[in-house]
Every structure is written in C-alpha cells, then in structure tokens.
C-alpha cells in the first residue's frame, strides 16, 4: 500500500524559513519522480517543485532561488527548504508520487502558515 | 490566472451526466498526457483520470476522459450526490517545465 506523509508545517514569520519532508513506503521510490504540490485557502492547485529519481530538480518562477527540494533514496525520503518565507506562500503542500505522466499518489499535505 | 481553463461550476440531477472541459495550448495539453483530480473539502486530491482517459484500478467507469487537440474533458456519468467535489484538470507544460493545472471546476448534484 502506498503512503505519503508529510511533515514540517507550521507557523512561520515572513522571511523565515521551514523544511517539509515526506516520507514514502510501499512503492519503489528511487524510480518515481516527486512533487511538492500546493494549494492556498480556498485556492485551486499550484505545482512548486519537482525531483527526477535521478536527482533533476525544477522548480515554480514563484520559489525559484528561495526552495530547494531534495530527495534521500536510501531513506525514501523527499524534502523541501523553503527560505525567505512570504504571506503568499500560505498553503497546504502535498507530497505527490509520480507515474505514468500524472500525479498518481498524494500524501494527506502539511500546512504552512506565514505570518507577516 | 489559471494556465488550463475550465468552467467554475457544473451541475445535474442525480442519475444524469456531467462533462468537465478542460483548455490549453499545443505547449501543454496539445502534446502532453492530460490527467483528472477530485478533491472533496478538506482532503488531498485524487487521481481519476490519467493518460488522458485511463482509469487507476478500482475507480468505477462511471468516470471517463479524453482529449482533442488541446482540450479535454472530464464526464461522469450516473450522477451520485457522493460526486460532489472538486475537479481539477492537470498536465505537463514544455514550455513552462512546469506542472499547469485548471482552475478546478465544483460539481454540484441538484
């Protein structure tokens, strides 16, 4: 069975930084690309960063040069830096595994919450 | 602005069908793999569609995709009022290198 659980969230002040992670179990995670999805009270979806199972990474105009997302094979792990904070990055983030060209399993997300 | 444009709202009575449209550029959808989310209120979206019309193991064929050009869509069929959700279409953009999504469309079972 596959699971995503995020961690990390949580109230920061503008400008200050957090470390989300999100640990995989029951599919072969060095194969899969990942994603940090993330979506704004009462907003639709926003893509922030993807990683390639070989460690490719891109990310959003909008936390490029502030994010850095990183993943350990070893521990089935993903995570995401998130540096100068701003109110606009107030959102859910969803961990998501990819496969087959979409966005196939969804972790149940972590709020991040920046205060100004 | 959404980068994939879909209608805010659609709406039918129970048993009827629903289709969700889903717009975009030859950059996106016109060469990429068109996926569908659902998403009810306060949990993490779903996946319902992906490469344009295939459905994960275990999700009633009540719900289909497909896709012409650089539009697709999103139908449910047998209408139930357990629908009542989010949809949200997605795919890849080359030209962005990014991951582009519609503004979601909220389906409501009258």
């Known amino acids: 069975q596959v699971r995503l659980v995020e961690s990390g969230g949580g109230l920061v002040k503008a400008g200050g930084s957090l470390r989300l992670s999100c640990a995989a179990s029951g599919f072969a995670f060095y194969d899969y690309s990942m994603t940090w999805i993330r979506q704004a009270p009462g907003k639709g979806l926003d893509w922030v960063s993807d990683?390639?199972?070989?460690?490719?990474?891109y990310y959003a105009d909008s936390v490029r040069g502030r994010f850095t997302i990183s993943r350990d094979n070893a521990k089935n792990s993903m995570y995401l830096q998130m540096n100068s904070l701003r109110a606009d990055d107030t959102a859910v983030y969803y961990c998501?595994?990819?496969?087959?060209?979409?966005?196939?399993?969804w972790g149940q997300g972590t709020l991040v919450a920046v205060s100004s | 602005q959404s980068v994939l444009t879909q209608p805010p709202s659609v709406s039918a009575a129970p048993g009827q069908k629903v289709t969700i449209s889903c717009s975009g550029s030859s950059s996106n959808i016109g060469n990429n793999y068109v996926s569908w989310y659902q998403q009810f209120p306060g949990t993490a979206p779903k996946l319902l569609i992906y490469d344009n019309n295939m459905r994960p193991s275990g999700l009633p064929d009540r719900f289909s995709g497909s896709k012409s050009g650089t539009s697709a869509t999103l139908g449910i069929t047998g209408l139930q009022t357990g629908d009542e959700a989010d949809y949200y279409c997605g795919t890849w953009d080359s030209s962005l290198s990014a991951w582009v999504f519609g503004g979601g469309t909220k389906v409501t079972v009258l």
């Open positions: 990683i390639s199972g070989s460690g490719n990474t």
């Open positions: 998501v595994g990819e496969y087959s060209n979409s966005l196939h399993y």
